[in-house]
């Protein structure tokens, strides 16, 4: 069973907060500072450098790490699978994983085999739309390739920020939308530059 599908099993039976972080406010600030060198690969530097993140305090960030979940992977293991539930968004705080897609998505005689998309390091996120959409359905396979550990954000975690902490998760919710924002971007720019080599190659036939 992938991951976020068992997650949705323990949301139905009431136990939303396994792998919650549970930090101090003392020991988040303490591990906050920077002249700690021992504090370099620590939650709170990690959550700084985390560029969606670049414009929120360092309290608002302590205050985010409360609503989020950590939990470690094996390699081969499946975070979600294509067409399941949507309900996190996630971190990597180290590890790698691949996202897949079934080929069929591009080509409908395909043989159903997944095809390789991109490969996500520590520091990149994936999974926004769980956050943005009501019954969001997963468009791709997520993968862990090597031993991982990931920062989560689940919906319920989301509408809890939201009741709790309005402006908090205004500043999040802008945050995410920027990035699919970009990502529109991206693709679009990327099916322009495809339809001008096509145009060009059926001109020399």
């Given at each position: 069973?992938?991951?976020?599908?068992?997650?949705?099993?323990?949301?139905?039976s009431g136990d939303?907060?396994?792998?919650?972080?549970?930090?101090?406010?003392?020991?988040?600030?303490?591990?906050?500072?920077?002249?700690?060198?021992?504090?370099?690969?620590s939650l709170p530097?990690?959550?700084?450098?985390?560029?969606?993140?670049?414009?929120?305090?360092?309290?608002?960030?302590?205050?985010?790490?409360?609503?989020?979940?950590?939990?470690?992977?094996?390699?081969?293991?499946?975070?979600?699978?294509?067409?399941?539930?949507?309900?996190?968004?996630?971190?990597?705080?180290?590890?790698?994983?691949?996202?897949?897609?079934?080929?069929?998505?591009?080509?409908?005689?395909?043989?159903?085999?997944?095809?390789?998309?991109?490969?996500?390091?520590?520091?990149?996120?994936?999974?926004?739309?769980?956050?943005?959409?009501?019954?969001?359905?997963?468009?791709?396979?997520?993968?862990?390739?090597?031993?991982?550990?990931?920062?989560?954000?689940?919906?319920?975690?989301?509408e809890n920020l939201?009741?709790?902490?309005?402006?908090?998760?205004?500043?999040?919710?802008?945050?995410?939308?920027?990035?699919?924002?970009?990502?529109?971007?991206?693709?679009?720019?990327?099916?322009?530059?495809?339809?001008?080599?096509?145009?060009?190659?059926?001109?020399?036939?």
């Amino acid at each position: 069973m992938a991951y976020e599908k068992s997650i949705i099993e323990r949301m139905k039976s009431g136990d939303s907060e396994v792998d919650r972080i549970d930090m101090s406010t003392l020991r988040y600030m303490w591990l906050s500072n920077p002249f700690f060198a021992h504090n370099k690969d620590s939650l709170p530097k990690f959550l700084r450098d985390v560029l969606i993140l670049k414009n929120f305090t360092e309290n608002e960030l302590r205050v985010l790490s409360k609503y989020m979940h950590t939990r470690s992977f094996s390699n081969g293991d499946h975070i979600f699978l294509q067409g399941d539930p949507g309900v996190g968004f996630y971190f990597i705080l180290s590890g790698k994983v691949d996202i897949f897609v079934d080929d069929k998505v591009f080509e409908p005689e395909a043989s159903g085999d997944l095809r390789y998309v991109i490969s996500l390091i520590k520091g990149d996120y994936f999974g926004e739309l769980a956050l943005l959409q009501n019954n969001s359905v997963r468009t791709a396979t997520a993968t862990c390739m090597e031993p991982t550990s990931l920062l989560g954000l689940f919906k319920p975690d989301m509408e809890n920020l939201i009741n709790e902490r309005p402006i908090l998760a205004a500043k999040l919710l802008q945050s995410l939308s920027l990035i699919v924002t970009k990502r529109l971007f991206s693709l679009t720019s990327e099916i322009a530059h495809m339809k001008v080599q096509l145009a060009q190659y059926e001109s020399q036939k």
